[in-house]
């Protein structure tokens, strides 16, 4: 087994949520460190202020999840290093001048249970999650041991490179505020050129197989997320039925009209309720529900339009049935597209790896990647960036409790990212 799959599989076996990362950063640090970098961790990464409160841990949770990531063998001087934030950061600096890129790399988990179950790769080879909720279902764990390759490549090649590359273990993907932290923290102020990898997208509308690689993607969609709390009245449902303000049932209507928005004919739209959670038992009318909401734009006004139909629906479900409301937003996370003039490098590093069969200039990812956050701050600066899709086979969508991947396409990834840096970063001979 290469050194990146067994990077995978440590961290595919204590996955860790956003913001509750520190196994993993603490991880990686040491390794990094063990490279040669002099890495920095946790608030001198990302940006604690720009961390919204819904994502916020107590200090009792941070503490609880500091001892976890020790007692499941973490360094106790890095996991101390985080002081408290999940995150590192390191740069190779050549001391030639030359440009300054950046590279994004996710560390976060998904929040559900793993199967336990012969003939799932995972199971069968010792490597399923050890932590309840948790489960790296998008890859994450793939693109860490790629982003730790990358590292330790280019310290071997730094000789032949100018300028600066930063690279970037970020938490916080799959929720909010991971990049947008980094961002915050200025760390992207100086970055001219920018590349994000991401195994299992699409091209031509079709999952990537092994042996494929899409160089760019720009069908990026916003994401907007809502906590929307529904307050009715208590009642029993066979006495004073009629004082009783049932927010199970507004919650219920809420969530279908939402789904019943039309789609947009400027581009990709999506709403999505993913959970409602209301009553107090069977016998009294339930006083109040809470939903999780999300909606997605391609372009600015598809995200307007779709956020406009759900507070429509919002306000009149609450008319009919006599309820109040609030909500928790979280924000949202930009939609974007890669820059084609990057996707010409990426395609010339793809050529290069006899791996890659198929070269698609580029792919689909028909969703949300806070990648855009950093991809449009470069763009900003006048830089260029793009999202690269990694072809692997899988034994299920992203996502899905029971995806795991090719491992083989790990080190052609890589290979492929060193390609592109060593192309923006060649030194004068």
Known sequence: MNKLSEYRREFHKYPENGWHEFRTSARVAEILT???????????????????????????????????????????????????WPGVMAVLDTGRPGPVSAMRFEIDCLPYDEPQKAGYRPFDEGYLSCNPQSVHACGHDGH?????????????????????????????????????????????????????????LSAENKPLPSHTVACGCRDFLSDRQLDVYLEGRAAHPCGASQEGRNALLAACSAALNIHSIAPHEAGLCRVNVGEIHAGVCANTIAPNAM??????????????YAGKRIFDILDGTVKAYGLTYHYVDYGEVPAGASDP?????????????????????????????????????????????????????????????????????????????????????????
């Open 341 to 429: 003039a990057m996707m010409e490098i990426i395609q010339r590093a793809a050529k290069k790896v006899p791996w890659f069969e198929t070269v698609y200039f580029e792919g689909n990812v028909g969703g949300t990647d806070d990648a855009a956050v950093m991809l449009t701050k470069v763009q900003q600066n006048g830089g260029i960036g793009t999202y690269v899709g990694i072809g692997a086979d899988t034994t299920g969508p992203v996502h899905n409790p029971e995806f795991d991947f090719d491992e083989d396409c790990l080190p052609a990834a890589m290979e492929l990212c060193l390609n592109a840096l060593e192309e923006l970063h060649a030194a004068e001979a």
């Open 144 to 200: 860490t041991a790629i982003g730790l390759g990358i590292a330790g490549e280019l310290q071997k090649r730094k000789e032949h490179l100018c300028g600066k590359i930063k690279l970037f273990f970020q938490p916080a993907e799959e929720t909010f505020y991971g990049a947008q932290s980094i961002v915050d923290k200025g760390h992207l102020d100086d970055v001219m050129n920018f590349i994000a990898v991401h195994i299992a």
């Open 291 to 304: 939903m999780r909401i999300e909606y997605r734009g391609q372009y600015p006004e598809i995200s307007a």
């Open 34 to 84: 063990g490279m040669g970098y002099e890495v920095a961790m946790g608030p001198d990464v990302i940006e604690p202020a720009s961390v919204g409160e819904p994502e916020r841990l107590t200090q009792e949770q941070v503490k609880a999840e500091m001892e976890r990531a020790v007692a499941q063998g973490a360094n106790p001087d890095f996991v101390a290093r985080t002081n408290g």
